[in-house]
DNA sequence: TTTCTTGT
């Protein structure tokens, strides 16, 4: 790369998403990125010849609804920024959802993370808001060739799994309402697993915040290697759909619960997508972040204070 | 309680 153009790039890079810069984007604050990338918004919206509405990252850290010709971009009070608060997985084509974050995989047609921030308050019943409402939908801020449309799980024999859980966003209609967009949908073994044992999960954390006052989510699909005849490994996945929508072999879960002290704990699952006998415990789905973090080409949880890290999938540090 | 699909 130019020399002179480095400058411009790196101005660039929270803006336009280049995975490949996320090195030097992944240094910054949270709250670093979200100035800068006010500013450099503000500084592109006075060049028009740049095409900001087809960036991909630019609605990562801006609220979806917000057009760009308002003034205000960024929110005070940054929902986003709370639920981010311990790092980014990766940086690629990031959007964000008015109570979750995720990271789009166009390959696959479904996400690579969705992030969500839990507390007591967040995840309590509330008569006002009625899942029954919901329709699942394409997001169509994704481009159309990249899309997973209804018709592409209809008659699959998988359901659509919510990554960021219908049942984390009760907060308000809106909320649980755009947890059905099909960014957020991956194609799941219905009976045995979404409904039963990766159920059976989701509700375990969502009872952490019972005696933890923060937990934090990172949900995601793996495409794991398995060895076949020839004694060779091969990464084999089912498409679905006239959009080729991956179904994914395998989902992980890595969870960290702050505690009244600020003191941390983390805990990592894995579960194949396939029929789980309900009497499995879900200590047995517990697997090292790293290997989660290996497989998925993704680093958890980058900025957390190893000091603050008392506990990994209930091992004393 | 929550997770869904299919058929009418």
């Not at 917000?66 to 205000?72: H, I, Q, R, S, V």
């Not at 991956?186 to 990766?198: M, T």
């Not at 923060?214 to 004694?231: D, F, H, M, S, W």
Request: hydrophobic fraction near 35%.
């Amino acid at each position: 790369m130019r020399l002179h153009a480095v400058n411009t790039v790196k101005k660039l890079v929270l803006i336009s998403g280049i995975s490949g810069l996320s090195y030097y984007a992944g240094r910054q604050s949270i709250e670093n990125k979200l100035e800068s990338c006010q500013k450099e918004t503000k500084n592109l919206l006075s060049k028009p010849a740049l095409p900001i509405f087809s960036t991909v990252s630019a609605a990562a850290l801006i609220p979806r609804n917000e057009t760009f010709d308002k003034p205000a971009i960024i929110p005070k009070e940054n929902r986003i920024v709370q639920i981010m608060r311990y790092g980014f997985p990766s940086l690629d084509n990031v959007r964000s959802f008015d109570d979750f974050v995720l990271s789009y995989d166009r390959r696959m047609r479904t996400a690579a993370w969705v992030f969500e921030h839990l507390t007591a308050e967040s995840v309590k019943h509330n008569d006002a808001v009625d899942r029954a409402k919901c329709d699942f939908k394409p997001d169509e801020s994704i481009h159309p060739f990249f899309r997973a449309d209804n018709s592409d799980y209809k008659k699959s024999g998988y359901d659509r799994g919510h990554l960021a859980a219908a049942g984390n966003h009760k907060r308000e209609q809106r909320h649980i309402e755009q947890t059905f967009y099909l960014s957020n949908i991956s194609p799941q073994v219905g009976v045995g697993f979404n409904r039963d044992s990766w159920n059976r999960l989701e509700r375990y954390v969502r009872k952490l915040t019972k005696t933890f006052r923060n937990v934090y989510v990172c949900t995601g699909p793996l495409y794991l290697p398995r060895k076949e005849a020839n004694g060779k490994l091969y990464v084999k996945y089912e498409v679905i759909g006239s959009s080729n929508v991956a179904v994914p072999t395998h989902f992980f879960k890595v969870v960290v619960c702050e505690d009244a002290d600020g003191k941390l704990e983390l805990e990592s699952y894995v579960m194949p997508n396939e029929v789980i006998s309900d009497d499995t415990p879900l200590e047995n789905f517990r697997v090292p972040p790293e290997s989660i973090e290996r497989a998925a080409g993704l680093l958890f949880f980058d900025k957390i204070n190893r000091k603050m890290l008392s506990k990994i999938n209930g091992k004393k540090l």
